[in-house]
């Protein structure tokens, strides 16, 4: 009997089913195969949608603000107690005061901006310490400013979870922004309007609601949303900076010339170094 001849060249694949055997084995699976590389799988980077200074300026004030608020210290330079007692609940003594040392480590590299630093410390600490809020805060915060967006709204949905509260909520809705999750942008949007939280969170959660109907194509509604703070309080804040840079800058994208000059003139009215303001009413 004549030898079964081997070609060089293996035949193209007959049929769908053909196909998917073949990768199967080229990334690994089934027989293994020589002559076959493994299939690379192309990962698309996270990129954050940049709506201007006024939408990346709250988005960060935002961030800052929750980690103020969830890293809280004693003066004497411990965890908050709450935090403290809840670290002590699942650990012997010994080992919860060595990863609370670690815990108020990552806080500590947060607040001083190290963020690498902080997210590679929480990071360490949530296999045994996924109970606690805290931890995830700090690792969703870190993501966040390090520009890791999924790994950012994982955590804070867990922190969220264990421990709600407002404070968190704009950075959450900003990542969901940033992977174009427009759904729960609305829905995170429409809880901060539920809570009223303070003036700062609520202008922080509704200039990225904006920016998320701006990105949709829906200029229309991004600027009814922010008409609602067009009027001038007794005493101006820097929230409301922010807020009608981004309604002039909502207007000057809608064709609407004047309405944008107007809302620029009046940020550069209280605060001419504001963004690039300077430089929006000369364009104009």
């Known amino acids: 009997m004549a030898p079964r001849r081997v070609e060089s060249e293996e035949r193209e694949p007959r049929n769908e089913a053909e196909r998917r055997r073949r990768a199967v ?32 300026e709250a988005a960060i004030e935002a961030t800052e603000r929750a980690t103020r608020t969830r ?25 919860a005061a060595r990863l609370s040392e670690r815990l108020l480590q990552a806080q500590v590299a947060l607040e001083a901006e190290r963020f690498t630093d902080a997210r590679r410390i929480a990071r360490s600490l949530v296999k045994e310490m996924g109970h606690v809020a805290a931890v995830h805060e700090v690792l969703g915060l870190s993501s966040y400013r390090l520009g890791k967006w999924r790994e950012a709204a994982a955590a804070l949905e867990l922190a969220r979870s264990l421990r709600g509260r407002v404070e968190d909520l704009p950075v959450l809705a900003d990542c969901y922004r940033a992977l174009r999750r427009w759904a729960k942008v609305d829905e995170i ?18 200039i990225v609601a904006a920016g998320s109907l701006a990105e949709r194509g829906d200029l229309r509604g991004a600027i009814s949303m922010m008409e ?3 009027a001038i309080p007794r005493r101006v804040r820097p929230f409301h900076l922010k807020q009608w840079y981004v309604l002039a800058d ?35």
Do not use: C
Request: proline content about 7%.
């Open 71 to 95: 890293t809280r210290r004693e003066p004497s330079g411990e965890l908050d107690p709450t935090v403290k007692a809840t670290v002590e609940e699942t650990l012997e003594p010994r080992r």
């Open 189 to 206: 949007w429409q809880e901060i309007r539920e809570a009223s939280p303070a003036h700062d969170v609520m202008a922080e959660g509704r």
């Open 25 to 56: 084995r080229a990334r690994g699976a089934g027989t293994a195969r020589k002559d076959l590389e493994p299939t690379r799988v192309e990962r698309e980077p996270e990129q954050w949608i940049d709506e201007g200074p006024a939408v990346r």
């Open 250 to 284: 909502l207007y000057d994208r809608a064709g609407n010339v004047p309405k944008a000059r107007e809302m620029f003139r009046r940020v550069a009215v209280h605060d001419r170094d504001y963004a690039d303001v300077a430089d929006r009413l000369a364009s104009l």
């Open 228 to 230: 609602k703070t067009a």
